[in-house]
């Protein structure tokens, strides 16, 4: 739990590429997979029912896909992350379309500033790279001090998430 609340001390608007804290938080506080991340619609953020609406993943080989049996339809979420998300969304160059990815970009690469997001053709219907996601955990972890050694010791992988927030529900 500690660790969940220093990943909420950082803030949003100054950490490096905000995608990798906003989906370090809903693989957390949601327990959504790396595929549903990467196939996840501002459209299924549904802030004022306090949940999110997981109907489909993305996997490279794939590519969209229906979600798990055990893990499509709504997740009740706390109201931090809502917050988190209403923060990370002002940050990114496409807060005007529902129907856009949370974390799309052209590349699927870390992204430094808004300007630099546009000035790439980012258009927000191309899904983050898997690897990304990952790194981006792993960045996240970094910056409230658990170093790649600890995080291999205690086995923390983006999929971790996933048993904290079953843990916290229960």
């Known amino acids: ?28 506080l ?6 549903e991340l990467r196939a996840l619609r501002w459209r299924d953020v549904d802030a004022q029912n306090h949940r999110i609406i997981v109907s489909q993943g993305y996997t490279d080989g794939d590519g969209f896909h229906e979600a798990k049996a055990d893990s499509g339809g709504a997740i ?4 931090v992350l809502l917050e988190r998300l209403a923060q990370y969304k ?36 191309t899904p ?5 996601v990952t790194r981006g955990f792993n960045r996240v972890l970094a910056a409230i001090g658990v170093d790649d050694a600890e995080r291999k010791r205690r086995n923390l992988v983006l999929h971790s998430g996933r048993h904290t927030f079953a843990s916290l529900a229960t």
């Open 128 to 132: 983050m790279a898997a690897r990304a």
């Open 30 to 35: 949601a327990g959504l997979r790396r595929s």
């Open 90 to 125: 002002k940050w990114t160059p496409f807060d005007h379309d529902d129907h856009l990815l949370l974390f799309g970009a052209s590349e699927g690469g870390r992204i430094r500033s808004v300007s630099n997001w546009q000035r790439n053709s980012a258009t927000g219907h």
């Open 76 to 79: 009740e979420v706390p109201a």
């Open 1 to 28: 739990l500690e660790e969940i609340r220093s990943i909420l001390d950082l803030n949003v608007a100054e950490y490096p590429d905000p995608r990798e804290l906003a989906a370090t938080l809903l693989a957390t």
